[in-house]
């Protein structure tokens, strides 16, 4: 099993990332860590708690860290993700859940030293760049690092050309990308190039809680919210969920394709939080990135499906062209 740490801001998706993950035998989940994105992170404690209940799994260590980005204002993502940010489905809160008093920098630390831990972030990298400020070394020693953010030829979701992600903390991402960089590592950026292929439709809820009533109506009920928004602004039927794939493609990296770059972060101006990726070496820089620009789509699904529902595979592959019609 590989272990891995994973920093998010719960948010719906993240929410259903983190179920993907902890239904998964081919990792070991030490800790969870939380940054302010989508929600603030006392909320995004309280939401990653609420999930680790329903899945039965409170036995996994939740760590609070930045309630803020490195330099930006601080602006959340609750009007895509309600205002409780878990689509105003408004669980009860787990109740005798203290935030920790160890922070998500210390937890890390702690975890990387061990030099078998990987890191999959879901949200803004301010957690990373803080992690990179206090302990280069631990940060140097994960085995895998792999985020959910940016974008390279898809449009932005925050401006034409930047995501959230690395929109709301883009100093901290530069921090991230600039330091792989000076220490020849890679990072693999799953961005809105291949997240925006993943959609969860209305047929494919359906299925789920045909198969599994439980856990469709908790995802039903977390995602909701979601399909309105998605309506409103996107004017899709389905909600894009961005951060199961970054968990996915950890899993199994023959899920996805792309190409090795330099890529940097712009930290200012007009296109604030782009990621500016170096496809064509103008820079002639050594690549600190490896790019997502393909997804196996089908084999995302049967992968989640299968895992969160607990069903062999084979089922939901003899189904499959029923529900992604
Ligand atoms: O831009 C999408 C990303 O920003 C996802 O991780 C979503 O949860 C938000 O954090
Ligand atoms: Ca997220």
């Given amino acids: ?32 860590t939380i940054v302010a994105g989508n929600s603030p992170s006392d909320m995004g404690f309280r939401n990653a708690k609420k999930v680790l209940s329903f899945l039965g799994r409170l036995d996994v260590p939740v760590y609070v860290g930045a ?10 993502a609750l009007d895509t993700h309600g205002r409780d940010g878990l689509g105003e489905s408004f669980l009860e809160d787990v ?13 890390m630390i702690e975890e990387l030293s061990r030099k078998d831990t990987s890191i999959i972030a879901l949200g803004p990298l301010t957690n990373l760049a803080d992690l990179i400020d206090v302990n280069t070394k631990a940060f140097l020693s994960a085995v895998d690092i792999v985020s959910m953010g940016g974008t390279f030829k898809s449009h932005g979701n925050c401006s034409p050309v930047a995501e959230y992600n690395y929109w709301e903390d883009p100093d901290s991402a530069k921090i991230v990308f600039n330091t792989l960089f000076e220490n020849g590592r890679k990072l693999k950026m799953v961005g809105l190039d291949v997240t925006r292929k993943i959609v969860l439709t209305p047929t494919i809820l359906e299925y789920i809680c045909r198969l599994d009533i439980k856990t469709g109506e908790f995802i039903r009920k977390i995602t909701k919210f ?17 951060d199961p794939l970054a968990v996915a493609y950890f899993i199994d990296d023959e899920l996805g394709k792309g190409f090795e770059a330099f890529t940097d972060i712009e930290v200012q101006g007009i296109s604030i939080g782009q990621s500016v990726v170096d496809s064509m070496n103008f820079y002639k820089k050594p ?8 997804v196996d789509v089908k084999k995302f699904w049967i992968m989640f499906m299968s895992r969160v529902m607990n069903i062999d595979k084979e089922i939901i592959e003899k189904d499959f062209e029923m529900i992604l019609k």
Avoid: Q
């Fill in 226 to 242: 979601y399909f309105d928004f998605h309506w409103e602004w996107e004017h899709i039927v389905g909600c894009v969920i961005n």
């Fill in 1 to 32: 099993m590989r272990r891995v740490i994973i920093d998010c801001d719960p948010g719906i998706d993240d929410s259903l990332a983190l179920m993907l993950a902890l239904k998964s035998n081919e990792i070991d989940v030490c800790g969870i």
């Fill in 287 to 294: 690549a600190n990135s490896y790019i997502l620009t393909d």
């Fill in 95 to 107: 109740p005798n859940c203290e935030i920790p008093t160890k922070t998500a920098v210390e937890f």
């Fill in 67 to 76: 309630s803020k980005p490195r330099v930006r204002e601080y602006i959340n």
